[in-house]
């Protein structure tokens, strides 16, 4: 398949690294920063500006915080393997609570990183750093749950992250029978396990308010609307300009013409448009009733940006907004017509409650 038009995936994704201050690819082999590794440079001059200009605080603090885990861990083990005894459930211990902060902070850095560099492997590091905190700790206190969907859309990975936001939803809606279902799919689980059930291929497709039948469009949590919104307008983004292309392509070789339409084809055995489209509307619906900030925050995010950035998330509230907009903003953008599509919801630059003191 050419690139000619969108596969309705990240185009920015890099599979090999390029030098982190120039953008550049040399012929020569790149450099790599020794002490945090997710950074590289085409030589010791763009090392050097890099290091100078911004690098300094992210690479000290991913080795920093890599020793602290690495150590916190150890002496933390000496006591009691609460890493095999109380997998999950590691923020209810007092002990371990730092343990827990500095992982999280870990994932953070990653994260950082990987939004600098877009290179693949890091945005890997930054996703198993993510579900290693949440696996160990199963009571989201620092918002990991919300980011790590938008993580995998990032590595074009769609149907895990509706599998990922699938296991959450239907865990919310049987927390309140069962508490301890929480859990659950944590106890007896190792280092890199990924506890959310089997990924069903192509189900990015699917919708979500099928999937979980008991789920209520308004009762999930906003970053999870956003994240399914994005993949659902990645699909039809995908299959709009597949139809362009199409029509480009009568006018030039049969071959060109058949190849989009089997692309075009493809996609509509998989999933019909006119369900996508009303999934999307149902889930952008969902998102303004939650939270009437959020989506014109997307086009309009600079009343959000000027102001600090928040101390607490509280869930409908513009800090919500805020938090789920550093996730998921280039990834929106990315998506073509997605903003267009906000533009004619909303208007060119709407107005919303920004207030976060
Ligand atoms: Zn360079
Ligand atoms: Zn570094």
């Not at 030589?43 to 150590?71: D, P, W």
């Not at 809606?173 to 301890?180: G, K, V, Y």
């Not at 956003?226 to 362009?244: C, E, G, N, P, S």
């Not at 998102?287 to 995010?301: F, Q, V």
Request: proline share 5%.
């Amino acid at each position: 398949m050419t690139d000619e038009y969108y596969e309705g995936k990240e185009t920015e994704l890099l599979e090999q690294p390029r030098c982190t201050h120039c953008q550049r690819t040399p012929s020569t082999k790149l450099l790599r920063c020794t002490r945090c590794k997710v950074a590289w440079y085409c030589n010791r001059t763009c090392q050097k500006e890099h290091y100078r200009q911004m690098h300094r605080s992210l690479c000290l603090g991913i080795a920093e915080f890599q020793q602290y885990v690495q150590e916190e861990e150890e002496r933390i083990r000496a006591v009691e393997d609460v890493f095999v005894t109380s997998t999950g459930d590691l923020w209810g211990y007092a002990e371990t609570t730092a343990y827990m902060e500095a992982t999280y902070a870990l994932s953070d850095l990653y994260w950082q990183a990987a939004y600098q560099c877009e290179v693949k492997e890091v945005w890997e590091k930054a996703l198993y750093h993510l579900l290693e905190h949440l696996r160990l700790g199963a009571i989201d206190t620092k918002g990991a749950r919300a980011r790590v969907p938008f993580v995998l859309l990032a590595l074009n990975r769609d149907d895990e992250a509706l599998t990922f936001i699938q296991y959450w939803v239907q865990v919310d809606l049987a927390t309140e029978d069962d508490p301890e279902i929480i859990f659950r799919a944590h106890e007896n689980t190792k280092e890199g396990d990924w506890i959310y059930g089997p990924v069903e291929k192509d189900g990015r497709y699917l919708d979500i308010f099928q999937v979980v039948s008991d789920a209520d469009p308004n009762e999930v949590e906003v970053p999870f609307l956003v994240a399914l919104a994005i993949m659902k307008l990645r699909i039809v983004a995908a299959y709009d300009t597949a139809i362009q292309s199409l029509r480009l392509a009568m006018t030039g070789t049969a071959g060109r013409v058949h190849e989009v339409q089997s692309a075009i084809q493809d996609m509509l055995i998989r999933g019909d448009l006119q369900s996508q489209w009303e999934q999307l509307i149902r889930l952008l619906d969902a998102i303004d009733h939650l939270n009437p900030s959020m989506l014109p925050a997307i086009l309009n995010p600079k009343p959000l940006f000027q102001q600090p950035p928040p101390t607490q998330i509280m869930p409908g509230h513009p800090s919500e907004a805020f938090r789920t907009l550093m996730d998921c903003r280039r990834c929106f953008y990315r998506v073509p017509g997605a903003a267009a599509l906000l533009r004619n919801r909303l208007g060119e630059n709407p107005t919303y409650d920004s207030d976060m003191s």
